[in-house]
């Protein structure tokens, strides 16, 4: 059986800095796509950062040069920095992975339609 579960989140001031990590457990397949997605209330999921088991990266374009996606191959372990967070940056975070898929699926539109294997979210909250 497939785990994800993410940690990492709380509560900081804008232009704050926060780590978000994902362990996954279960995980079979040498091959994978990894994501970042997250979500606000009324607002649709959306992908914030993608990585693959070849280390390509993705990024949305609201997020680059500010959020760095990384993995730690070895325990199957996914993170997420963030720097110079700003209040629209406020949501649920959720970490994702699937079979092998093209990483730029992470961050197109109804990307989170392609990834089955999901955790509960972790809480990030921007406050100005």
């Known amino acids: 059986e497939v785990q994800v579960v993410e940690s990492g989140g709380g509560s900081v001031q804008d232009g704050g800095s926060l780590r978000l990590s994902c362990e996954v457990s279960?995980?079979?397949?040498?091959?994978?796509?990894m994501g970042w997605f997250r979500q606000a209330p009324g607002k649709e999921r959306e992908g914030v950062a993608g990585?693959?088991?070849?280390?390509?990266?993705s990024y949305a374009d609201s997020v680059k040069g500010r959020f760095t996606i990384s993995k730690d191959n070895a325990r199957m372990n996914l993170y997420l920095q963030m720097n110079s967070l700003k209040p629209e940056d406020s949501g649920t975070y959720y970490c994702?992975?699937?079979?092998?898929?093209?990483?730029?699926?992470?961050?197109?539109?109804?990307?989170?339609?392609?990834?089955?294997?999901w955790g509960r979210g972790t809480q990030v909250t921007v406050s100005s």
């Open positions: 279960g995980w079979l397949e040498n091959r994978y796509t």
């Open positions: 994702a992975i699937e079979g092998f898929r093209p990483v730029r699926m992470v961050v197109a539109i109804n990307g989170a339609n392609a990834f089955g294997y």
């Open positions: 990585i693959d088991s070849d280390g390509m990266t």
